[in-house]
């Protein structure tokens, strides 16, 4: 039998659609369950200064489509220190939680395990980031969502890219993974992607204007994942080296992170919430949710920010079968 009674969630590190849907899915699992259920504002900031607030359903309610997160976030640097998360303990402590979940990406988790293991905290991981870089899950909350909307941007761009008979680099985000540049380019029927992943080290750029893209069309947009200089970096390269052609730019930022979560997210949200609470009744500390195959599983959070997510050769292959 677990011994949870009073759980406090929190979302942390760069938000991400769908993070309201699950806050929504913790809180009333939790609540159905008859425990107590604190709101942690502002990430771990707001852990280490006691910005808590009892939830009722009620405070729940209506926020499944929002997108952002109503719990609002931080990335904080106290936390980074052992005092930081001692003040994170203390405060866990005086409020009687018995177990956090936390709902971010991997420097939200990684940070979750060293609380975990430095103070003995109770703690389960709910991978939410548009990177989708965590290892143990196929997708993360957030990431379809952030697809979508690249998709409908690099859709307008094309129009324009047509009309111009230009070459646009298009930089997204990822960090330092390609999911998000490769499976994009995919979706919008781009000429290339240039990753982080492709581990061939050949000169990306060179293969790209090799394959002769611009002989057999008047236009043509690359997905540049914003690692290593990112769009600009390329652009410029194209335009000293190739300046027969006409290059634009367009880095599409914090706006993939915005907007109303997706139904696959909202409907991931809600199974990983419901998983999470699952997960603590069983007794299980210190372990992310993912789904693997369309099924949910424990992943030690240790293991999830620490192993590598490769991306699938055959997502490569299969943009450079179709860009010709
Ligand atoms: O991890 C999510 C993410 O959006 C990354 O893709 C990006 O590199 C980073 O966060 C941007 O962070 P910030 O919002 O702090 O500029």
Not at 48 to 77: M, P, W, Y
Not at 191 to 216: F, H, M, N, V, W
Not at 261 to 270: E, K, V
Request: with cysteine; net charge negative.
């Amino acid at each position: 039998m677990s011994e949870i009674r009073t759980i406090g969630i929190l979302t942390s590190g760069g938000d991400a659609p769908g993070m309201n849907a699950a806050v929504r899915a913790v809180t009333k699992s939790a609540i159905s369950e008859g425990w107590k259920v604190f709101g942690i504002y502002r990430g771990w900031e707001g852990l280490i200064h006691g910005e808590i607030k009892e939830f009722s359903t009620e405070d729940v309610s209506n926020i499944i489509q929002r997108g952002g997160t109503i719990l609002k976030t931080a990335r904080s640097d106290e936390f980074r220190t052992p005092e930081g998360r001692a003040k994170a303990a203390d405060t866990i402590r005086k409020f009687g939680i018995d177990a956090l979940v936390v709902i971010g990406g991997n420097g939200s988790l990684s940070g979750a395990q060293e609380l975990a293991k430095e103070q003995d905290v109770t703690v389960i991981g709910l991978p939410a980031t548009i990177d989708n870089d965590l290892y143990g899950t196929d997708f993360t909350i957030g990431y379809d969502s952030a697809l979508n909307t690249i998709v409908e941007c690099v859709d307008k761009i094309r129009d324009t890219a047509t009309s111009h008979d230009r070459i646009f680099f298009v930089e997204v985000m990822g960090r330092d993974a390609g999911f998000l540049a490769q499976n994009s380019a995919i979706a919008a029927g781009a000429e290339a992607a240039i990753i982080p992943e492709d581990e061939t080290k050949i000169d990306q750029l060179a293969a790209y204007i090799g394959r002769g893209i611009r002989k057999s069309k008047n236009s043509s947009i690359v997905i540049v994942s914003e690692k290593d200089g990112g769009a600009m970096h390329y652009a410029e390269r194209v335009r000293k080296e190739y300046p027969q052609y006409d290059v634009r730019v367009s880095i599409l930022g914090h706006l993939q992170r915005g907007g109303k979560p997706s139904a696959s997210d909202r409907i991931l949200a809600s199974r990983m919430g419901v998983a999470a609470i699952e997960a603590l009744k069983e007794g299980q500390r210190n372990v992310m949710i993912g789904i693997i195959q369309d099924v949910m599983l424990n992943i030690p959070i240790s293991k999830a920010v620490k192993m590598d997510k490769p991306l699938e050769r055959e997502f490569i292959n299969v943009l450079n079968t179709l860009s010709i």
